[in-house]
């Protein structure tokens, strides 16, 4: 509802106004009366108009001295000012231009004439309210940016102020004097393990300040990819956290400050919250870790390097209780509320180039799986939790183990077969049998059969019909001997069998070969 002022000096011509105007624009006007400027001045400081139509001419204070006061006061608080004036007025009507008048009524004043006046009044006054309204919001907008540019400069930066520019940077950034501040970084990783963003993390603390009491005197995105809480208590933070962890946000991380209360100590309240932040990483708790002097203060041990060798020599063991007995020695998993983080940070880098780096640069280049897994748990910044790192670096190592355990095994295959087709190509003019050869490599009769065919690409009893196929074919080209004698040299029981196989395996028989072997030579002759 509009604030309108009507003040002229004669009664009726007031009431009547405001008589036609509630009857036109019902519930739009809230309208007060005025008998001269004076008492419109008063009415309009007690509650200030949109619009105020009034005469010029009237006692005490006339219209053109209201026009005076109020243009002194600022623009953004003047109200919309229409004149009503006689013929005999014009003169004083050219004074009020200077003013900005928005129009003129003569009187009589007609109907149609102030209604539609009103209207367009009403039109010009709601766009430059959507006008001063945009710019209010682009104002505190710009503020607000301001606001937080210095507050990114007071808490990353390094310069020491004197103590008068520290109460200018209070007074621009505008805390509550006094007033004791805590800070809070927040940090936010998805089911994945991978990092939220920061627009998605501000919005997961929007929903979250619906549900716990008081207020955050700044919010700071944006800081790799970190959130900054400022507010007035470490109490509010806590809670935040702890709604977070009953929501099964669990990859939600904050670290807390101390409490201050003085805006140049913000700087280290955030270098402190940081602290806290690092060890949210190893302690699991669900209201978030506030800063104290024991953080600073950590248990150190010495680097695992003897551990870290021996657990390399174990891999391909299969001695998995004994290696993940031995990784949580290396890590020291029962000291983690006492240890320094700058400990498993070491442990992390060291367990990369001692001992998974050794194994790839020793058996080459694992299967796509495991190096998909090494390259993420190669690096403890991929997980929300220590926990859930040291989870994946034991399902790695056992997977490097397998790996290691597969690559020995198929070499030692390797060499087992390749003795196999030796022993076949010096004895296969004896009786010979997949017993006997898989004997002689000491493998398992239905083992060395897979591992065989796997080798050779053919079964066994394939693989040595052919390699005595071969040798008789150099025995028909190169010698007279008989069938039945070719047919003992290469290990075959009878000649009849002989031919049968060799037919089988080249189309022809033995002796169909031969002839062809003659008649080539000759024809080379």
Not at 490 to 511: D, I, W, Y
């Amino acid at each position: 509802m509009r604030r309108l002022i009507i003040v002229d000096d004669e009664k009726n011509i007031r009431m009547g106004l405001k008589a036609m105007i509630e009857r036109e624009f019902e519930s739009v006007y809230d309208i007060a009366l005025a008998g001269n400027g004076k008492i419109a001045l008063e009415l309009n400081k007690e509650n200030p108009a949109d619009l105020i139509l009034t005469d010029i001419r009237m006692p005490v204070l006339d219209g053109i001295r209201l026009l005076e006061e109020l243009h002194a006061e600022p623009a953004e608080t003047q109200p919309a000012v229409v004149l009503l004036s006689g013929y005999d007025d014009f003169e004083y009507a050219k004074q009020a231009i200077r003013y900005k008048v928005r129009d003129y009524l003569l009187k009589p004043i007609e109907r149609k004439e102030l209604f539609d006046l009103l209207k367009r009044v009403n039109k010009e006054l709601s766009e430059q309210e959507a006008v001063q309204e945009q710019q209010a919001k682009e104002r505190q907008v710009w503020r607000k940016e301001q606001r937080i540019n210095r507050l990114r400069q007071i808490i990353c930066g390094t310069d020491t102020l004197p103590e008068e520019e520290w109460r200018q940077a209070e007074a621009d950034i505008g805390f509550p004097l006094g007033e004791t501040m805590a800070v809070a970084v927040v940090i936010c990783h998805h089911e994945d393990g991978s990092k939220m963003t920061t627009g998605e993390i501000m919005r997961l603390i929007e929903r979250l300040t619906h549900m716990v009491e008081d207020r955050l005197e700044a919010v700071i995105p944006g800081l790799d990819g970190r959130i900054v809480l400022i507010g007035n208590t470490t109490t509010w933070y806590k809670e935040l956290a702890l709604q977070a962890h009953l929501k099964g946000w669990n990859g939600f991380r904050m670290g807390i400050s101390s409490g201050q209360n003085h805006v140049s100590l913000l700087r280290v309240q955030y270098q402190e919250a940081l602290t806290a932040l690092e060890y949210t990483f190893s302690l699991q708790q669900s209201g978030g870790i506030e800063y104290s002097e024991e953080l600073q203060h950590r248990t150190e041990f010495p680097l695992p390097y003897a551990e870290l060798h021996k657990l390399l020599n174990m891999l391909g063991t299969d001695r998995l209780k004994e290696m993940k007995q031995l990784l949580g020695t290396i890590f020291q998993v029962d000291e983690l509320k006492h240890m320094d983080i700058a400990y498993l940070e070491r442990v992390s880098r060291l367990m990369n180039e001692k001992v998974f780096d050794e194994v790839f640069l020793k058996y080459g280049e694992s299967s796509v799986e495991v190096l998909k897994m090494y390259k993420r748990a190669g690096n403890m910044k991929n997980f929300r939790s220590f926990h859930d790192y040291y989870r994946k670096i034991t399902d790695l190592l056992v997977s490097v183990n397998d790996y290691i355990v597969q690559i020995r095994s198929a070499h030692t295959e390797h060499s087992d077969m390749k003795e196999a087709v030796q022993y076949i190509d010096t004895h296969y003019a004896r009786p010979l049998n997949m017993a006997m050869v898989s004997n002689h490599v000491s493998l398992s009769y239905s083992y060395f059969s897979e591992a065989f065919k796997a080798y050779t690409g053919e079964n066994f009893v394939l693989y040595l019909k052919k390699v005595r196929i071969s040798k008789a074919k150099v025995l028909l080209r190169e010698t007279e001997l008989r069938m039945s004698a070719i047919s003992d040299a290469v290990g075959f029981e009878h000649s009849k069998q002989f031919s049968r196989v060799f037919r089988e395996l080249e189309g022809v028989t033995p002796h169909e070969y031969r002839q062809l072997m003659q008649l080539g030579a000759e024809d080379k002759g």
